[in-house]
């Protein structure tokens, strides 16, 4: 009897198998709150209540699932700031909200999930090398929403470091700041970031994005 065949065989009793979307989100659950040896098939199976073949359905062995866990980074985080750098804006103040936006509470950039793929990184090159490519992507999409409002190619480079390497800090560092004190430092944050400040239309604007208002 083939493998597959003993799994059709086994799910006829064993009910329900889950799907590939249930097993990555555990997986993702477990990485981020307990690191990397936590992502093992049995005790995944355990926690969702599913049997351990079940698993064998969706992906092929564990660096299958490692590696969907990369993509599943990849497109939340990359993605998701890709995205908010070429959103619509009039102004590149209104353009740098956008960006920032990504990085707030609500926003699709998942913060833990950064800092335990970054930590991965450190003991496996090929991880390093897909953070490093993450964040040249990200980089350029930055740069090329300051140069999409008339910033010639050396500054937007300049400030796209800046305000990607505060958002990496703060995100390396786990800041703990309140939405609110974050939001009140928000004007200053953009006048440094663009050389410009935003104005009082566009604040409340972003405010009311994130269900705060203006102080």
Same mark, same amino acid.
């Given at each position: 009897?083939?493998?597959?065949?003993?799994?059709?065989?086994?799910?006829?009793?064993?009910?329900?198998?889950?799907?590939?979307?249930?097993?990555?989100?555990?997986?993702?659950?477990?990485?981020?709150?307990?690191?990397?040896?936590?992502?093992?098939?049995?005790?995944?199976?355990?926690?969702?209540?599913?049997?351990?073949?079940? &698993?064998?359905?969706? &992906?092929?062995?564990?660096? /299958?699932?490692?590696?969907?866990?990369?993509?599943?980074?990849?497109?939340?985080?990359?993605?998701?700031?890709?995205?908010?750098?070429?959103?619509?804006?009039?102004?590149?103040?209104?353009?740098?909200?956008?960006?920032?936006?990504?990085?707030?509470?609500?926003?699709?950039?998942?913060?833990? &999930?950064?800092?335990?793929?970054?930590?991965?990184?450190?003991?496996?090159? /090929?991880? #390093?090398?897909?953070?490093?490519?993450?964040?040249? #992507?990200?980089?350029?999409?930055?740069?090329?929403?300051?140069?999409?409002?008339? &910033?010639?190619?050396?500054? /937007?480079?300049?400030?796209?470091?800046?305000?990607?390497?505060?958002?990496?800090?703060?995100?390396?560092?786990?800041?703990?700041?309140?939405?609110?004190?974050?939001?009140?430092?928000?004007?200053?944050?953009?006048?440094?970031?663009?050389?410009?400040?935003?104005?009082?239309?566009?604040?409340?604007?972003?405010?009311?994005?994130?269900?705060?208002?203006?102080?």
């Amino acid at each position: 009897m083939s493998k597959l065949e003993h799994m059709e065989d086994g799910d006829k009793t064993s009910g329900w198998r889950g799907s590939r979307d249930l097993w990555l989100d555990a997986a993702r659950k477990a990485f981020v709150t307990s690191g990397l040896d936590a992502v093992k098939i049995q005790p995944l199976a355990k926690q969702l209540n599913l049997s351990r073949t079940s &698993f064998y359905w969706f &992906f092929k062995d564990r660096a /299958a699932l490692l590696d969907a866990l990369l993509d599943m980074w990849d497109e939340s985080n990359t993605g998701g700031l890709v995205m908010a750098a070429g959103l619509y804006a009039e102004t590149i103040t209104e353009a740098a909200l956008n960006l920032v936006s990504v990085f707030l509470d609500d926003g699709p950039f998942e913060a833990r &999930f950064d800092v335990a793929v970054r930590g991965w990184a450190h003991s496996s090159d /090929a991880v #390093a090398a897909r953070v490093h490519s993450a964040d040249e #992507a990200r980089l350029s999409a930055i740069r090329g929403m300051f140069e999409r409002f008339g &910033f010639d190619p050396e500054e /937007a480079d300049v400030r796209a470091r800046t305000v990607y390497l505060v958002q990496i800090g703060y995100i390396s560092m786990q800041v703990e700041e309140a939405l609110a004190t974050r939001m009140a430092r928000m004007p200053a944050y953009i006048k440094t970031f663009t050389g410009q400040p935003p104005t009082d239309q566009e604040l409340r604007r972003f405010h009311a994005r994130h269900g705060d208002a203006p102080r």
